[in-house]
């Protein structure tokens, strides 16, 4: 059973930093393009970053260019998203998510996590 | 990056189907045939329910379906239950290596 396991959450100060962690089970992580998408309060989904198998390509959505990374440690099975600068706008869930196994490039996102709730506030 | 376009909401009586419409530009829904759907139960992480514009994940019921004319893709939900109602999101992916979502549509079971 493919599991997503989503860490890291909490209150943030607008400049400050957060990371995200992912940890993911039941399924070869090192053979899956990975993302993470979002969701304000009350909002819809925004889709954040993709990262490739081996981590050589990634992927943003243009309003977080800049101030968030995308990583992944194939070795530990787990998916990173560095958030720097943060900004009150990037208030929301963060959900990580496996791309479809057959999927050569990132089209859709097969399985999700829980979430993690990222509150950006001073 | 521009978000996709659907209703806000839809509302139908049990029994009866509903359909959700999904419309992007040619660098996107009309560009590839990799248009998903999404179901979000309140609370609840979202759940796969269509593919590649018209296929089911093993699991999903035959009530859903999905279609694509042009820039315009739809998800018809038939037989409607009580259970169906959520928000439904269409992503599409884009020209740019990116994915698009629209902004959901939150479906009312009378």
């Known amino acids: 059973e493919v599991q997503l396991v989503e860490s890291g959450g909490g209150l943030v100060q607008p400049g400050g930093s957060l990371r995200l962690s992912c940890a993911a089970s039941?399924?070869?992580?090192?053979?899956?393009?990975m993302g993470w998408v979002r969701q304000a309060p009350g909002k819809g989904l925004e889709w954040v970053a993709t990262?490739?198998?081996?981590?050589?390509?990634?992927f943003y959505v243009d309003s977080v260019k800049g101030r968030f990374t995308i990583s992944r440690d194939n070795a530990k099975n787990s998916l990173y998203l560095q958030m720097n600068s943060p900004r009150a706008e990037d208030t929301a869930v963060y959900y990580c998510?496996?791309?479809?196994?057959?999927?050569?490039?990132?089209?859709?996102?097969?399985?999700w996590g829980q979430g993690t709730l990222v509150t950006v506030s001073s | 990056q521009s978000a996709l376009t659907q209703p806000a909401s839809v509302s139908g009586s049990p029994g009866q189907s509903i359909t959700i419409s999904c419309t992007g530009t040619?660098?996107?829904?009309?560009?590839?045939?990799?248009v998903s759907w999404y179901q979000q139960h309140s609370g609840k992480a979202p759940k796969l329910i269509i593919y590649?514009?018209?296929k089911r994940p093993s699991g999903v019921s035959d009530r859903f379906s999905g279609s694509k004319s042009g820039n315009t893709a739809s998800l018809t939900i038939s037989g409607l239950q009580a259970e169906d109602e959520a928000d439904y999101y269409c992503?599409?992916?884009?020209?740019?290596?990116?994915?698009?979502f629209g902004g959901g549509t939150e479906l009312t079971v009378l």
């Open positions: 590649d514009v018209s």
């Open positions: 998510a496996r791309v479809c196994t057959t999927c050569y490039y990132p089209v859709r996102f097969d399985d």
């Open positions: 990262i490739k198998q081996d981590g050589s390509g990634k």
């Open positions: 040619s660098s996107d829904v009309g560009a590839y045939n990799y």
């Open positions: 992503s599409s992916y884009t020209s740019s290596s990116t994915l698009a």
């Open positions: 039941g399924f070869t992580f090192s053979s899956h393009w």
